[in-house]
């Protein structure tokens, strides 16, 4: 069974426009993590954000937000204002256990393409 | 600013040549990840290292793939003898135990022929 669901293969949002990517995730662990890693053309991987299942708190860093509902275990993530170099595959991701030496475990991704 | 660095960062090489590809985690920290990205399968993981122990080598295909840590700097994976369907890209991460994000590579993209 997928552990991670990411029902958008792409998306499409106009520049300036806020967009959400959904992410759904299935574990019977207490203690887990979440993550969005977005991912450009130059092909690197960099962390975006992250949510601790304990947090109460939806996590945010500057135009990223997570909004984390755990009861329906999705963990989707909000950029707002979008810029151009905002069109990138984004990856959502979950580490069972908070232990960062734990595997993630990824989704298959969304693409994002902002519209000038 | 502390980075995981992989080389090569491109490597094409004909069916049944042996590749090695390598990783240099960041200083101090303990768990080192390779992961392997395709279209097909998209990001899926190979192995893992803690404290330069093997903890999880599941994902890798065993009669040709091998992955270790000669020393706490170095992260190595190898592929003896390669095929074209290894063709994808290929991500070292590391972690901290302590932390919570497991930074990435720039990653190998390994071209079989």
């Known amino acids: 069974a997928q552990k991670i669901t990411q029902t958008q293969p792409g998306m499409f949002v106009q520049e300036k426009e806020a967009v959400t990517l959904d992410c759904t995730y299935d574990?019977?662990?207490?203690?887990?993590?979440l993550f969005w890693y977005k991912q450009p053309s130059s092909g690197e991987m960099i962390f975006l954000i992250y949510?601790?299942?304990?947090?109460?708190q939806n996590a945010t860093e500057g135009r990223y937000s997570l909004n984390f509902q755990k009861a329906r275990k999705s963990a989707n993530l909000v950029i707002s204002a979008s810029q151009l170099g905002d069109s990138a595959m984004y990856f959502c991701a979950m580490r069972e256990g908070l232990d960062a030496g734990n595997m993630l475990t990824f989704g298959g991704g969304t693409r994002l393409m902002v519209k000038p | 600013d502390a980075r995981v660095t992989q080389t090569p960062r491109h490597k094409v090489t004909e069916m049944g040549q042996e590749v090695t590809m390598r990783c240099q985690p960041i200083?101090?920290?303990?768990?080192v990840f390779w992961y392997r990205q395709t279209m097909m399968q998209g990001l899926e993981l190979l192995a893992y290292?803690?404290?330069?122990?093997?903890?999880?080598d599941s994902g890798m295909p065993k009669d040709r793939f091998s992955a270790e840590m000669p020393d706490a700097t170095l992260a190595t994976l190898k592929i003896q003898p390669s095929e074209p369907r290894d063709s994808a890209v290929y991500f070292c991460a590391s972690a901290k135990d302590r932390g919570y994000e497991q930074y990435f590579g720039p990653g190998t993209r390994l071209t079989v022929t």
């Open positions: 290292f803690r404290n330069r122990a093997p903890l999880d």
């Open positions: 200083l101090g920290h303990n768990t």
């Open positions: 949510q601790g299942s304990y947090d109460e």
């Open positions: 574990t019977s662990d207490q203690s887990y993590g």
